[in-house]
């Protein structure tokens, strides 16, 4: 029936009032509690946590909500969300250039805009063609956009190298080239587009996005505006991916560089937002924080346990052979990801304190 | 003008590779429904394990024996472990399944059997002959002429054996297939295993000319393109599509790439069969589907 990923509809479970108020304010209270502790984070974090942690697994869940904006609940597949980064850092990086008198908040929002624009482009063939054909035309934008970047040497302000350094980054005179700072620009532009995103789902748009992915031939019938939905959801989602790119660019890596946005990059939202959980937002958080932290993880244990015997190249074949199983496993067995699995676990919690 | 002709015989011929790659993708999706994003992996898989025979000292065609009895096993066991457990799953959710056994593939092919680049000599004497008054490559030849057989022994086989009218009438009704007593699931396997036994034509030849390394797994995204002027479900379909898009992969290169710096190359393919699929939403060959609510 559905296209990708079916999230019920909240509130409509089968659990009883009592059983899903308990849920909610559960749902609330671990909101709240998240968000103090990533706001109080840098107190006791370092550094490193900071920089190959925090802001990468951020930045990641940022880009993860954008894909599944478009993919977990609009139906449309992609595989240009690198190239959508790209238009965000090389947007952002010019509009700081060329209008530095412009704060940087307005930048990005900018940056994000013009990637939006475009998204919507890029989203003309989906009126007329789906499912893996439109994968395709995606791929299209994907290598279009990597290419535009590379060649004209205006976007990257004539650098003799392929990737640029980033300018200060300051909102309303404070500096924020600190590990700390730039983690608290991350989080906030996290937290406001997660804000809006859970809304947007919710509203009207959302559920014409949804209506589009179960089925769009019916959706047409019953007089749902398909084009346009499909449009504004590419439209919203290039927009968020952008602000992602900027933010991966200038937050994380300091380099504006069109090799960091490349079909890996692409594949690897995609990852994590099949694992983390399509039409879910809580999912983009999980399949971030799993695409970060298993590499890591992998390579602690590889030099740790079994001390340095496997080489990097081969813990590099070692993730990709998991990842793939990974996949593979979760749309086998559970296609709405990780997010399902916490879901489960969360109504049985709250099952136990009603009782 | 012949130099222009010299680039298009050129285009046209490495088309024919491109189309190599694009059968294997029609087999299955054909038979299936699943668009096989694994394909490429399984060339790069094929190519692998011959190299790394043949550096064990076998002979070729024992060599060759093995590997295609690998590549069947492999198709087969795909078809069983991931595949099937799918089935009545909508068709972008088979497409990132097999996304995901392509990365297993290579994680796996590269654990057991290294990454670095190999060199695969086929015998294939890849001086160019001059054929009236064109330099053509005798490699590309001979590839276009394998490809060539292969296109005949395949439409042979779906034409003139039972089990390749079997196979046809899956693609055209499964429904229809089943209630006649038409074993689906045996077939399936059957599908997977020549699409194994194509890579396999497939990497031999790409490793050949390329040396056998984890790019060739990019050659999938060389018959994505290929694919969609096509079709999806038609063989002829991929070798005019292979040549369509050779042809003008090259002569744009050349053409357009001055005009605009060069390295257009990485994406013309794209941009040429987006502007296919607006005018032909199912490809040149391929059958528009129909919608029922």
């Known amino acids: 029936m559905s296209a990708i990923g079916t999230d019920a509809i909240e509130g409509f479970g089968t659990t009883g009032s009592t059983a899903q108020g308990t849920r909610d304010r559960l749902r609330v209270g671990s909101a709240a509690v998240l968000l103090a502790t990533l706001v109080s984070i840098p107190l006791m974090a370092n550094d490193y946590w900071l920089n190959a942690i925090l802001i990468p697994f951020l930045i990641m869940s940022l880009t993860a909500l954008g894909l599944n904006l478009l993919m977990g609940y609009a139906g449309q597949a992609s595989l240009g969300t690198g190239g959508f980064m790209s238009v965000g850092a090389y947007a952002t990086y010019n509009l700081l250039l060329r209008l530095p008198e412009l704060p940087l908040p307005i930048s990005l929002l900018l940056g994000g805009i013009i990637s939006g624009l475009v998204g919507v482009v890029a989203g003309l063939p989906s009126l007329r063609i789906k499912g893996f054909y439109l994968v395709a035309s995606t791929l299209a934008t994907q290598f279009l956009l990597e290419w535009l970047f590379n060649q004209y040497g205006w976007f990257s302000n004539y650098s003799t190298s392929s990737s640029i350094s980033a300018p200060r980054l300051a909102v309303f005179g404070h500096d924020l080239s600190s590990p700390t700072g730039r983690y608290f620009l ?119 346990l079994l001390g340095g015997a496997i080489d990097a190249g081969q813990l590099e074949n070692l993730q990709r052979a998991l990842f793939g199983a990974l996949m593979v496993w979760f749309l086998i067995k559970e296609p709405r990801g990780l997010a399902a699995l916490l879901s489960r676990a969360w109504t049985q919690l709250a099952s136990c304190f009603d009782r | ?222 018959a994505l393109p290929v694919l969609i002027i096509g079709g999806f479900t038609s063989i002829a379909g991929a070798i005019i599509g292979g040549l369509i898009v050779g042809a003008g992969d090259s002569v744009a290169e050349i053409y357009l790439g001055s005009l605009l710096g060069g390295s257009v190359s990485t994406w013309f393919a794209y941009v040429l069969a987006v502007a296919f699929l607006l005018v032909r939403p199912a490809g040149l060959f391929g059958e528009a589907p129909i919608e029922r609510i």
Not at chain 1, 243 to 258: C, P, Q
């Open chain 1, 186 to 304: 991350t989080l906030a532009t996290v937290v406001v587009v997660t804000a809006v995103a859970t809304r947007l789902v919710r509203s009207q748009t959302g559920r014409t996005w949804m209506a589009i992915r179960d089925m769009d031939t019916a959706a047409a019938v019953i007089g749902i505006p398909v084009s346009a939905g499909k449009l504004k959801a590419f439209f919203v989602s290039s927009l968020v991916i952008g602000i992602a790119g900027a933010l991966w660019a200038f937050a994380y890596l300091g380099t504006v560089d069109a090799r960091s946005f490349n079909l890996d990059r692409s594949f690897q939202v995609m990852f994590a937002i099949i694992i983390g959980g399509m039409g879910s937002i809580s999912g983009n958080y999980l399949g971030a924080a799993f695409m970060i932290l298993l590499p890591i993880l992998l390579d602690h244990v590889g030099g740790g």
């Open chain 2, 1 to 222: 003008m012949s130099f222009f002709v010299e680039t298009l015989v050129g285009g046209l011929l490495a088309g024919v590779m491109y189309s190599l790659v694009a059968i294997g993708f029609v087999l299955v999706f054909k038979a299936s429904g699943v668009f096989n994003f694994a394909q490429g992996s399984m060339v790069l898989c094929a190519a692998l394990t011959f190299v790394t025979l043949r550096d064990k000292g076998l002979d070729f065609w024992l060599a060759a024996l093995i590997t295609l009895s690998v590549m069947v096993a492999l198709g087969i066991a795909v078809e069983r472990v991931v595949l099937r457990p799918l089935v009545n799953r909508p068709q972008i959710t088979l497409f990132m399944a097999t996304l995901g056994v392509s990365f297993v593939i290579e994680g796996v092919a590269q654990i057991v059997m290294g990454a670095s680049v190999h060199e695969l000599d086929l015998g294939i004497v890849d001086t160019p002959i001059e054929i009236g008054g064109v330099q053509v490559s005798q490699f590309d030849l001979a590839a276009a002429g394998t490809a060539g057989i292969l296109v005949v022994a395949l439409s042979i086989f779906f034409n003139k054996t039972r089990v390749g009218i079997a196979l046809r009438a899956i693609a055209d009704d499964p429904q229809a297939a089943l209630s006649i007593g038409i074993r689906l699931q045996t077939l399936w396997q059957i599908v997977w295993g020549v699409a194994g036994f194509v890579s396999l034509i497939a990497g031999l030849l790409w490793g050949a000319r390329q040396g056998v390394q984890f790019a060739l797994t990019l050659v999938v995204l060389k």
